[in-house]
């Protein structure tokens, strides 16, 4: 990886360059919250936003996907479909870009999802550093730094913005779209500087090394703190829909009204939601609430992290936002850490 530096005031020419070579989405503000949306003049994007109500994950696994078309005539037909149009995606922070990351390995894990590779080998990204809110806790999950998973990241400084080089394809575009200088001692001070100030602000952690986290869950399974968040909880799924790292979807199949064509498409689905586990039988292995909070933290922190070595959860803080009785993932994952220190203190450990 190389480091280049582009002056703050070039950043538009830079943008409108791109946007002549393919579609460009990116944060845009919308109402008073910030979204990913297609850009039509670089002054569109609002770089200095905290979050997005949706990850950028929506352009890589849509919120509603047809994935095959089909006809039941005298002659049956199936016709997959694969939609992967061109696209860069603008000022991605680095807990989206961990976020995106796992779904990569997700996706690309035994069956590979041929829908979402397609659209992940047709996009961009380019990452932008950025400071916490009072709901962001990257820090405490080993996501505030990203050293892959990009084409080019912007560090911004003084006037100025780092651009660090990730891939040949990030290369390329810095070359053919801007002009930069090779950076100096002090752009890399300065973005070390960036980063101390970001870890330094953010006020929600975890009260233990992440590292940890599947042998404190792996003790947990019969904890009261599991009742006592959920009948907080309204299973109203918002969490899951609006986290970058869940991947469930249901798959549906729609009917014309001539009964011989339709279409098979996926949508985006959630744990959380009481019919999540319920079975053609009538039959609902998560029907209680409890057993369905607890397990979204076991497959964040214990089932996928076992897997794939890195929690799924990014400490983007989303899930915390959206939720209506503001049960957030450090004040679960607190309670279960002091649960377990009391315990083991009243045996002496």
């Given at each position: 990886?190389?480091?280049?530096?582009?002056?703050?005031?070039n950043?538009?020419?830079?943008?409108?360059?791109?946007?002549?070579?393919?579609?460009?989405?990116?944060?845009?503000?919308?109402?008073?919250?910030?979204?990913?949306?297609p850009?039509?003049?670089?002054?569109?994007?609002?770089?200095?936003?905290?979050?997005?109500?949706?990850?950028?994950?929506?352009?890589?696994?849509?919120?509603?996907?047809t994935?095959?078309?089909?006809?039941?005539?005298?002659?049956?037909?199936?016709?997959p479909v694969v939609?992967?149009?061109?696209?860069?995606?603008?000022?991605?922070?680095?807990?989206?870009?961990?976020?995106l990351?796992?779904?990569?390995?997700?996706?690309?894990?035994?069956?590979r999802d041929?829908?979402?590779?397609?659209?992940?080998?047709?996009?961009?990204?380019?990452?932008?550093?950025?400071?916490?809110?009072?709901?962001?806790?990257?820090?405490?999950?080993?996501?505030?730094?990203?050293?892959?998973?990009?084409d080019?990241?912007?560090t911004?400084?003084?006037?100025?913005?780092?651009?660090?080089?990730?891939?040949?394809?990030?290369?390329e575009?810095?070359?053919?779209?801007a002009e930069?200088?090779?950076?100096?001692?002090h752009?890399i001070?300065?973005?070390?500087e960036?980063?101390?100030?970001?870890?330094?602000?953010q006020?929600?952690?975890?009260?233990?090394?992440?590292?940890?986290?599947?042998l404190?869950?792996?003790?947990?399974?019969?904890?009261p703190v599991?009742?006592?968040?959920?009948?907080?909880?309204?299973?109203?799924?918002s969490?899951?829909?609006?986290?970058?790292?869940c991947?469930?979807?249901d798959?549906?199949?729609?009917?014309?009204?001539?009964?011989?064509d339709?279409?098979?498409?996926?949508?985006?689905?959630g744990?959380?939601?009481?019919?999540?586990?319920?079975?053609?039988?009538?039959?609902?292995?998560?029907?209680?609430?409890?057993?369905?909070l607890?397990?979204?933290?076991?497959?964040k922190?214990?089932?996928?992290?076992?897997?794939?070595?890195?929690?799924?959860?990014?400490?983007?803080?989303?899930?915390?936002?959206?939720?209506?009785?503001?049960?957030?993932?450090p004040a679960?994952?607190?309670?279960?850490?002091?649960?377990?220190?009391?315990?083991?203190?009243?045996?002496?450990?």
């Amino acid at each position: 990886m190389t480091l280049q530096v582009l002056p703050q005031d070039n950043l538009a020419d830079f943008v409108a360059r791109l946007m002549q070579r393919q579609e460009v989405v990116g944060p845009v503000a919308k109402e008073n919250q910030h979204v990913f949306a297609p850009i039509s003049d670089p002054a569109d994007l609002a770089l200095d936003y905290v979050f997005t109500v949706l990850p950028p994950k929506k352009y890589l696994l849509p919120q509603r996907e047809t994935l095959l078309r089909f006809s039941l005539g005298d002659e049956v037909r199936v016709e997959p479909v694969v939609e992967a149009e061109p696209r860069i995606i603008f000022g991605v922070h680095t807990c989206d870009l961990h976020g995106l990351a796992q779904l990569d390995r997700a996706f690309a894990d035994a069956e590979r999802d041929t829908n979402y590779l397609a659209r992940r080998a047709a996009t961009t990204l380019i990452g932008l550093d950025d400071m916490p809110d009072e709901h962001c806790f990257c820090a405490s999950v080993g996501t505030a730094t990203v050293q892959t998973g990009f084409d080019l990241f912007l560090t911004p400084l003084e006037g100025e913005y780092a651009v660090e080089v990730g891939t040949e394809r990030g290369a390329e575009l810095l070359e053919q779209c801007a002009e930069t200088t090779a950076a100096q001692a002090h752009h890399i001070a300065g973005v070390k500087e960036h980063l101390d100030r970001k870890i330094a602000a953010q006020e929600s952690k975890l009260d233990c090394d992440f590292h940890t986290l599947p042998l404190l869950l792996d003790a947990s399974w019969d904890s009261p703190v599991w009742q006592k968040w959920a009948d907080q909880c309204y299973s109203c799924g918002s969490c899951n829909l609006v986290c970058p790292t869940c991947f469930c979807f249901d798959v549906q199949d729609k009917m014309e009204l001539n009964l011989t064509d339709g279409e098979r498409g996926r949508i985006w689905d959630g744990c959380l939601l009481n019919d999540f586990a319920a079975v053609a039988s009538g039959e609902n292995f998560r029907e209680d609430r409890l057993e369905r909070l607890r397990h979204r933290f076991y497959r964040k922190f214990a089932y996928l992290y076992t897997k794939f070595g890195e929690p799924f959860c990014t400490g983007c803080g989303r899930c915390g936002r959206a939720c209506v009785p503001n049960i957030t993932v450090p004040a679960v994952l607190n309670d279960l850490v002091a649960a377990e220190r009391k315990e083991g203190v009243k045996h002496g450990v």
